[in-house]
């Protein structure tokens, strides 16, 4: 896997805009107010907050009665607290009324589980849970519930009421009872709602972007190739089960599954998330790194002993921990940054929105788990949380479209730089093929000087010294005979050179031009049997000049030696074959002596036949000889495409 | 002696020609035929261009390698100033595939300078007798170059190439394949003059073809 380089600017951005961090850092504060105005309200009209109860043990009637402040919670109790507890609310001496029958009285309980009911004068009117089987997991403490109290069961006297809250604990869930408002129905009413936006709504909306956020993250990891995706994509799926299991009433674990995997995943949320953010400042941090990976590689194993042992303070340390792994993280991370030099402003808005959800956590470690002063009705988390996943939900889209212009740039790189090795590629093409031409223009020019040497030259040359030899007894028609064979051998050659294709009939019919005058000259008939065949690729100028050599020593053969009154020339074709048959009537192979010329002459034919690719085959005519050649057919080609056989120039 | 109908009485004959030899061995061969006159010789192209299309000669030898010009066009020019003349191509060797760029020029025939007297003298009287020589290579490239035309005989019908007729393909099919005259004549049941007829009628619109095309290029250059 690579990571990118950090992203460019976009372009246009100008030095004097007012940075996004500054905008986002104004938003974050308005939250905080936000936050601390639903949490410390101050003081409801019409209801009054209950701070202390009177708590007993149904279980347990030898135990004594007391006072016990709230919240009251069961973890922090001996043994048997985490039985059944019921907690008995005095009235309010500032509640009063008139009238029972005209009252709208309810009580507003912020955070009470894991299981309750609650009585009014010996009355059940509400209860979460509390008849469900003893193996099912209950866990109403997420939710704040406003519970009325019917008129019909108060009593004329409002001290006379009695109002009895019964809690089921479950180790481990910090079960029991919050501080509670009593008060007028409408007042708790507006106040029961905005805790539901705030508590409920909101991990709603919060599970539904970290899970849009982990796929979105993966699908760009798969296509991109980038950790960094990864590792977010790995943080928010972690936080999207963190979130579903806490807006579960009932979820559909065992209660040691579904506290094992809820604080594993709020676990590994915060190991890759610290990873993801030294990742997205590019840094190779071995302190972020060695805390991150000491979260996600102990956690496991802590919250396990934990599970095993039913201590709530394991759990405790455990969230300090964490609060204290993010907090040196993210100082160690900006300490580097600044000692680096000029931050980017979108490393800022993390570092930013970063300390602002670690802000959240660590508030709500202090007040929740700690008893810190303040209202444990709202988590804080859930909101820095969802501010932490738009901001990098806004920063990892930047990355991803930095990430397609690179891609692009880098596209047009490799455009330029393809196109530039095409041309070099055609131009060694180019110069491969000129030297192949210069090669094959090399060889058929020595070819030409063998044949001119060996032909022309060779008849030159014995004129040259006939004439020398013969001064004073010159035979002037001898003279004009040779030069004459000599200008013969010379339009062969030429003749040789002509594009024929490998058209073995007007072969063979330029060739009957040239030796027609000697037949005529001799006496000797000529049968003229060709017909088209196939195309014959090994007639290139060379072969045809082996051909006609052939033709030549067949020819002179048969005017010399064999006495022949008829030569037939017959051509003709099968399915892998091409054949030329030559055919005499003259004294036929049966010469009772033939001359050692003769002989050499045969031996040339089977060479030059050789050359061609052609076998030769000498039979008897009865009366007189044939020789036969047999072309292979390697291809074939009609006269239309016979452009495309390759010719000497 | 064949002598043609249409031919003179006298048959007057041009030769453009820069070797002096050739110009001898003419002489020479023309003291077997005293009826026939060498009415006028160049040397030059230079020459050949003022002279030769004013002369009253029958039969033109051209050589087509010339010192100062090509004798492609002064047989372009003599087809045009000349129509009734014979024009033959008087060359060393049979280089088909220049021959067919003179066909195309407006030559008729052509003869091998390395032929005697007798075959220079009997040459000319086949052609002036409607003859026309042709080797299996000239006709196989006739043939390829008519077929390649065809194409564009469809897409351009007003620069039409010159139609081929069946027969005049066939013989040259057979002349490509080899065949003799007298052996096509044979083959085809048709008179050997016939088949020299063909062949020659086929020249004459090569000529024709390209004289067209060479005039509608002048027209449209407004040289014409």
Redesign the interface.
């Known amino acids: 896997m690579r990571a990118l380089p950090p992203a460019p600017p976009p372009p246009g951005q100008s030095a004097k805009r007012v940075p996004h961090y500054l905008w986002v850092g104004l938003l974050l504060l308005g939250l905080l107010w936000a936050l601390h105005s639903v949490s410390m309200p101050a003081g409801l009209e019409n209801a009054v907050t209950l701070r202390e109860a009177q708590a007993s043990l149904p279980q347990h009637p030898q135990q004594p009665p007391q006072r016990v402040s709230l919240p009251h919670i069961l973890d922090d109790q001996p043994a048997a607290w985490s039985g059944w507890v019921d907690y008995r609310l005095d009235w309010p001496a500032a509640l009063h009324y008139d009238d029972p029958a005209q009252t709208r009285l309810a009580l507003l309980l912020p955070r009470v589980g894991t299981r309750f009911r609650v009585l009014l004068n010996g009355h059940e009117i509400y209860q979460v849970g509390w008849y469900a089987a003893p193996e099912r997991n209950i866990l109403s403490a997420w939710f704040p519930y406003l519970v009325s109290l019917p008129p019909g069961l108060l009593q004329a006297q409002p001290q006379q009421n009695q109002i009895h809250i019964q809690v089921q604990g479950q180790l481990l869930e910090r079960s029991g009872l919050w501080p509670l408002q009593i008060g007028y129905h409408g007042s708790l009413f507006e106040r029961h709602q905005v805790l539901e936006v705030w508590q409920v709504k909101g991990t709603w909306m919060m599970l539904i972007s970290s899970l849009l956020m982990g796929l979105l993250s993966l699908h760009l990891w798969r296509t991109l190739n980038e950790r960094l995706f990864l590792l977010m994509a790995v943080a928010a799926l972690a936080h999207s089960v963190r979130l579903a299991l806490s807006v579960s009433l009932e979820p559909p674990l065992s209660f040691g599954w579904y506290f094992y995997l809820h604080r594993l995943a709020f676990t590994w949320y915060v190991g890759f998330f610290l990873l993801f953010v030294a990742e997205l400042l590019a840094f190779r941090d071995r302190l972020v790194h060695g805390l991150a990976w000491f979260l996600i590689g102990v956690g496991p194993f802590w919250l396990a002993w934990t599970l095993h042992t039913q201590d709530y303070d394991l759990y405790r340390i455990w969230a300090g921990a964490m609060a204290v792994c993010g907090a040196l993280s993210l100082l160690s991370l900006l300490f580097r940054s600044l000692q680096r030099g000029a931050l980017e402003s979108d490393q800022i808005l993390v570092l930013l929105v970063a300390s602002f959800t670690l802000a959240t956590g660590v508030r709500d470690f202090l007040v929740v788990q700690l008893n810190f002063p303040g209202d444990a009705d709202l988590r804080w988390t859930s909101l820095g949380s969802l501010a932490l996943l738009f901001t990098l939900s806004w920063v990892l889209a930047q990355r991803a479209t930095a990430s397609t212009r690179e891609v692009h740039r880098l596209n047009q790189s490799l455009a330029g730089i393809l196109a530039k090795r095409e041309a070099e590629l055609r131009q060694a093409f180019d110069q491969l093929r000129a030297s192949e031409q210069q090669r094959a223009i090399e060889g058929e020019r020595r070819r030409l000087m063998r044949d001119m040497h060996d032909g022309l030259g060779s008849q030159l040359v014995q004129t040259l010294n006939m004439v020398r030899s013969q001064k004073h007894t010159l035979d002037a028609g001898s003279v004009e005979s040779m030069i004459h064979h000599a200008l013969e051998e010379l339009r062969l050659m030429l003749d040789s050179l002509e594009p024929m294709e490998g058209d073995l009939a007007t072969i063979l019919g330029t060739f009957r031009q040239r030796i027609e005058p000697a037949l005529v000259a001799a006496g000797i008939e000529l049968d003229w049997q060709v017909q088209d065949v196939p195309a014959l690729s090994s007639l290139d100028a060379q072969g045809v000049m082996h051909l006609f050599r052939c033709m030549q020593e067949i020819f002179a053969n048969v005017v010399k030696h064999a006495q022949a009154r008829r030569v037939c020339v017959r051509t003709r074709s099968d399915a892998a074959h091409v054949y030329l048959t030559v055919t005499d009537d003259g004294l036929g192979m049966q010469r009772p002596h033939t001359k050692p010329q003769a002989q050499r002459g045969l031996g040339n034919l089977r060479a030059r036949a050789g050359k061609l690719g052609a076998q030769v085959r000498f039979f008897d005519a009865h009366p007189g000889t044939g020789i036969e050649f047999a072309f292979p057919i390697h291809r074939t080609f009609t006269p239309e495409a016979g452009d495309t056989v390759p010719s000497v120039e | 002696m064949a002598h043609n109908r249409r031919m003179p009485s006298s048959t007057r004959i041009y030769l453009i020609e820069d070797d002096r030899t050739v110009l001898q061995f003419v002489h020479h061969a023309l003291a077997l035929r005293p009826d026939w006159r060498l009415v006028g010789h160049s040397a030059t192209y230079s020459h050949a261009r003022i002279m030769a299309p004013n002369s009253l000669a029958d039969v033109y030898l051209v050589d087509l390698g010339l010192p100062d010009g090509r004798g492609e066009d002064m047989l372009r020019l003599l087809s045009l100033t000349k129509p009734e003349a014979e024009l033959l191509v008087f060359t060393v ?5 220049r021959l067919v760029h003179a066909l195309q020029s407006g030559a008729t025939g052509y003869v091998l300078k ?1 032929c005697n007297d007798a075959e220079l003298i009997e040459a000319i009287e086949q052609i002036c007798a409607g003859g026309a020589p042709i ?3 000239l ?2 490239l006739l ?2 170059q008519l ?1 390649n035309n065809a194409p564009a005989q469809v897409a351009d019908s007003v620069a039409a190439a010159p139609a081929l007729s069946e027969r005049e393909s066939e013989v040259l ?1 057979l ?6 005259n007298k ?1 096509i004549a044979s083959r085809l049941g048709i008179g050997t003059a016939t088949v020299s007829t063909h062949i020659k009628n086929l020249y004459r619109k090569l000529a024709v073809h390209t004289r067209v095309q060479v005039v509608r290029a002048a027209q449209d250059r407004g040289l014409l």
Request: glycine share 14%.
């Open positions: 060797f049979g280089d088909e595939s390395g080797s299996p290579l006709a196989r043939l390829k077929r099919k002349v490509a394949q080899g065949y003799v052996e």
